[in-house]
């Protein structure tokens, strides 16, 4: 048989083959001491996922392992990339609820079998263990995890809980308050904490993983036991109480309306978290019941629109060394998480104290994004302040991140002549400039496009990157692969007021200023928003952005469009004219000093229309920039809008909730509100050719 070698096994290296003939997604090898090592290898891409194949050819190496046993059995992965990024869920879209259950019945006897087996088992993980790839660790009797290890369960964001044991294992292992907590919230559990939790046993070096084996199989690694805090909510009135506050909880954040998967877990628990065999009947069925709701089916649906722009973002980019001019917050965000990513960053500004304070934020930014100590100093090294601008004649890719004032870039990029490289490309990150216009003043116009990050650039993902008309292909395709590589979703849009999304995101704050003008108490706005599923109130969104950069904004695509925006309110340009702009200043249309609003008013009293009038704009403006071709079609729009906003991704995305709502519903309602409200609202001709 033909194996493979493995040599970051740490000290071990084996000849790994697969079982039968077939090369198959696993490959296996016993050592010296009589160790298996089972080696997760998904064929055919670069990161593991748990399909229905991976688990049916486990199966066929556990039935092997009962036959001949092992000293212990090892399960890792090949891939670089980490563990497992969860299940594999293109096969989800066309299962029948029958189908599902007994696939899951047929995945936990595997995973039962694991947990059974009369020898030690071993999960050494590096990079995330997720869902059903935790699921997978969780059967082990060890978990060993390499630094920069996480876990967690993410299936609330595809609105569905844990469906392969996790409901109870994690819960029996480290108490079912931090375990409901991880499944509730989807959030991960980095080294450390995993470590403190009781989720990995030990954590090692990768050249220290043999060593760490061994110990385990001697059991001279201790395993974390739950404590007598979890062994209360064995008792039924526990639980009960538990369960009310985990519900309310979660209703602030994810209301029962919108999101059923959370408040299907926590009956679950409820019900049977004492009893752990009812516990995983219940699981297997609430999980087949969950895929077959719309929520879920919008939210995988989200999955997928995120997958399709990272694929937009492979490739080369060519770009080594970036220079950022502007080291304000949005300079700073962007160098940072390119220095994260590997790149050599040079950060100017003329102002060598915001320099000092870039470098301290994106000291912060490391430490949020949970970088051990060696990466982050390694990230910062790659980070180098630069007054002067050196690292201009050295940058691949220059990006201007400076104040939004056509003068101030145009004197920018006069500066830039002659000093870069003839192949670097010069990107503006301006988000209201026309990058046509801009294009003008640029030292290579073919090699000038924009690059619009949204702040704060390490919390959103997705970047607009704007074709100007004289940019050739090869400089958008480089600025698209440079966004993969530092973990950004590319959207590809052609210039145009405010992009894609603010040109759809203006008139929704706008619109709020209107209603507030006209009395509307801005708690019920707010409200109305949140209850659609908008992440956050038109009002407190304008606060957040900074409503003189949201004035600015609304002026510019007023000046640009055809009577598509509001008219803007004049206590808007009241609060911008005393310098109340919102959170950065303390005060805006809210007061942030007890932290981000969380309006929750009765809305007896509000204008039927009300949510319509937010919300209606919003996908006329989308409508309007398909009907233009400025984006490509209605689901990269979609993806821009939830992945740049948060809209609603329940709903699918504004284009998908449009057509779900029905296009002449929509249409219609847009006309009652033209009459009543003004030619704003009129229906845009793009929706006729919307199917």
């Not at 990024?85 to 995973?111: C, N, P, W």
């Not at 392969?164 to 480290?174: E, S």
């Not at 989308?622 to 233009?628: G, M, P, Q, S």
Request: proline content about 5%.
């Amino acid at each position: 048989m033909t194996g493979h070698v493995l040599e970051y096994l740490g000290e071990t290296k084996l000849e790994l083959g697969p079982v039968g003939e077939a090369e198959g997604n696993w490959r296996s090898g016993r050592d010296d001491a009589n160790v298996l090592w089972l080696v997760l290898d998904k064929d055919g891409g670069s990161v593991n996922t748990i399909g229905e194949d991976v688990i049916r050819e486990l199966g066929e190496h556990i039935a092997a392992t009962e036959a001949d046993l092992p000293a212990a059995l090892v399960i890792r992965s090949a891939k670089q990339a980490g563990f497992a990024a969860g299940a594999d869920i293109t096969g989800f879209e066309k299962m029948t609820d029958d189908a599902a259950v007994e696939l899951l019945r047929q995945a936990h006897d595997v995973l039962d079998r694991i947990e059974k087996l009369n020898c030690p088992t071993i999960c050494v993980v590096h990079g995330a263990a997720l869902g059903a790839g935790f699921e997978l660790a969780l059967a082990c009797d060890y978990r060993i995890a390499t630094p920069g290890a996480s876990f967690g369960f993410p299936e609330v964001q595809l609105g569905l809980h844990p469906g392969l044991g996790g409901t109870f294992r994690l819960p029996a292992l480290i108490g079912p308050t931090d375990a409901m907590t991880m499944m509730l919230t989807g959030k991960t559990a980095h080294t450390k904490r995993a470590k403190s939790q009781g989720i990995v046993d030990a954590v090692v070096e990768e050249r220290h993983v043999a060593a760490a084996v061994t110990a385990a199989v001697n059991g001279k690694i201790d395993r974390h036991s739950p404590g007598l805090k979890a062994r209360a909510f064995g008792l039924e009135q526990a639980r009960s109480l538990a369960a009310r506050e985990m519900r309310k909880k979660t209703e602030e954040k994810a209301p029962s309306e919108h999101y059923p998967a959370p408040y299907a877990l926590i009956d679950l628990w409820e019900e049977h978290g004492d009893d752990r065999e009812a516990m995983q009947k219940g699981e297997i069925e609430s999980f087949a019941r969950l895929l077959d709701t719309e929520t879920s089916r919008n939210l995988r649906r989200v999955f997928f629109l995120r997958q399709r722009l990272k694929e937009g973002g492979r490739g080369d980019d060519g770009i080594a060394h970036v220079h950022v001019i502007g080291a304000g917050a949005m300079g700073t965000e962007i160098a940072a998480m390119t220095a994260i990513r590997g790149k050599a960053v040079t950060l100017g500004d003329i102002d060598t104290k915001a320099l000092g304070k870039a470098v301290k934020h994106a000291a912060q930014i490391c430490e949020d994004k949970h970088l051990s100590g060696i990466e982050t100093r390694d990230a910062l090294d790659r980070l180098m302040p630069d007054p002067r601008g050196y690292g201009i004649a050295r940058a691949d890719l220059v990006i201007e991140a400076a104040s939004e004032d056509r003068e101030v870039k145009a004197k920018i990029f006069s500066g830039l002549k002659d000093k870069m490289k003839p192949d670097a490309i010069l990107a503006t990150n301006t988000s209201s400039l026309s990058v046509d216009d801009l294009g003008s003043e640029a030292p290579d116009k073919s090699r000038f496009a924009g690059l619009h990050f949204f702040n704060p650039v390490s919390k959103i993902d997705l970047v607009e990157v704007i074709r100007s008309k004289t940019a050739g292909d090869d400089t958008v395709q480089r600025l698209a692969a440079f966004c993969g590589e530092i973990g950004k979703l590319p959207a590809r849009f052609e210039d145009y007021p405010g992009f894609v999304v603010n040109r759809a995101l203006v008139p929704y704050m706008v619109e709020a200023m209107v209603l507030m003008d006209e009395g509307v108490d801005k708690a019920v706005i707010d409200t109305a928003a949140l209850r659609f599923g908008m992440p956050m109130g038109p009002v407190a969104l304008a606060d957040q952005v900074g409503l003189d950069i949201g004035l600015y904004v609304a002026e510019s695509l007023s000046d640009a469009l055809d009577n598509k925006i509001p008219p803007i309110s004049e206590d808007l340009r009241k609060k911008v004219e005393a310098g109340d702009l919102g959170k950065k200043t303390g005060r805006g249309f809210y007061d942030w000093s007890g932290g981000t609003p969380h309006p929750d008013a009765d809305l007896g009293n509000a204008p039927e229309d009300l949510t319509d009038r937010l919300i209606l704009p919003m996908l006329n403006a989308c409508v309007e920039v398909l009907r233009k071709g400025i984006a490509k079609d209605a689901d990269q729009l979609d993806a821009a809008m939830i992945f740049a906003t948060g809209w609603a991704p329940f709903r699918g995305g504004p284009m998908h909730y449009a057509k779900s709502r029905g296009v002449a519903e929509i249409t219609e309602a847009l006309r009652k509100l033209e009459t009543e409200h003004g030619p704003r609202f009129g229906p845009d001709a793009g929706w006729d050719d919307i199917g």
